[in-house]
């Protein structure tokens, strides 16, 4: 991360007061990371299919759709999540930084610096009075070789390369070369009609409905959530004001669902709220965000949420009408297909068997 040229300003207020409990706000937050909904079979770029996906090693996970770049990565005691706006030309890739947050596991304090994250140049929030970041904007030219896809800085050396040995080596904000190994394919698409619901594919309908990139928006009109659903994992970026103070809900999950529910693991979670802190990546990061989640069906309670060590069970209460109620975390949750003219999605994305969408 870079201290040079940073940008001091006074945090705004994002959200206007509530009068509910943080519970329920991470609970609908929650509701709609897992509801978005989508798929199809177009793709949007011609870039190739080695550009996105979802990349981990011990201690870093990354996904990677045509438009948002969210990396999770924990070095000596801190864990750090960063999002980027990606906008492609013919022959170049321009990455724009709208957040991080840097989450000290000694200290137990979380610091942020914050832009729309959809658009928009203002910064919105900044708790980093000692500058430990910046935001930059930078674009990289792309060589699209026979055996990877190279990007480089136009002033600077090499700095990201895309192998089609499905591993990827760059320099994470901190300054450090990571290689990541590709855990699962992803492709953008254009929205499409999604399958209509039936006793006999409640899981297909349950996976496909939540994908695709989503956001969440402040009464202001900010954007202060991006929620990213794939076909087998589920990842958010957000925070909120409440009652005065920052709310920092970032996290990253393996999801998997049948026709009894859904089952949902994180494996990278980071959380700041008044008195709650919580700071998580798993002791090696590839094994577990890359290997497959397994259902056991048994532990489906329709009439309770059951949170397990094998993950979070979301059970199948109901459905009819195109509507799958799930029994959640302290509620009901329903999940109905996203029509192709919504605006619910910033990017949509491909559904594809969970088994063929790993690695």
């Known amino acids: 991360m870079d201290s040079e040229d940073t940008i001091d300003v006074s945090m705004k207020e994002l959200c206007s007061k509530r009068d509910h409990n943080m519970k329920h706000v991470l609970s609908v937050i929650l509701l709609i990371i897992i509801g978005l909904g989508c798929s199809s079979e177009k793709e949007l770029t011609p870039l190739s299919d080695h550009f996105y996906g979802v990349w981990a090693n011990k201690d870093c996970e990354l996904v990677r759709t045509a438009e948002y770049y969210l990396l999770f990565q924990r070095y000596g005691n801190s864990i750090a999540a960063t999002i980027q706006r990606v906008d492609f030309n ?88 990571q290689i990541l190994t590709k855990i699962e394919n992803i492709k953008p698409t254009e929205p499409y009609l999604m399958r209509e619901l039936t006793e006999n594919n409640i899981g297909e309908c349950l996976q496909e409905w939540s994908l695709g990139v989503g956001h969440l928006e402040d009464p202001a009109g900010y954007d202060i959530g991006i929620p990213i659903n794939t076909n087998r994992h589920s990842f958010i970026f957000a925070f909120a004001a409440y009652q005065d103070q920052l709310n920092i809900f970032c996290r990253a999950a393996r999801i998997r669902s049948d026709n009894n529910g859904t089952v949902f693991k994180p494996n990278i979670k980071l959380v700041s709220a008044g008195e709650v802190y919580e700071a998580l990546m798993v002791e090696d990061n590839l094994a577990e965000a890359g290997a497959d989640l ?15 060590e094998q993950g979070e069970y979301w059970s199948l209460k109901a459905y009819e009408d195109s509507v799958i109620t799930l029994n959640g975390s302290g509620q009901f949750y329903h999940y109905v297909p996203t029509p192709m003219d919504s605006d619910k999605l910033l990017e949509w994305l491909e559904y594809i068997d969970y088994e063929q969408a790993g690695m």
């Open 294 to 308: 397994e259902i056991v069906d048994s532990l489906f309670k329709p009439d309770t949420f059951n949170a397990t």
């Open 90 to 177: 013919e022959d170049s890739v321009t990455y724009d930084s709208r957040a991080a947050a840097l989450f000290n596991t000694n200290s137990k304090k979380a610091v942020m610096r914050a832009k729309d994250l959809f658009e928009g140049d203002e910064i919105i929030v900044n708790t980093d009075p000692e500058n430990t970041f910046r935001l930059t904007n930078y674009t990289c030219l792309v060589e699209n070789g026979p055996d990877s896809i190279v990007l480089s800085y136009f002033e600077k050396p090499l700095e990201v390369i895309y192998k089609k040995d499905n591993s990827i080596k760059f320099q994470s904000p901190d300054g450090t070369w």
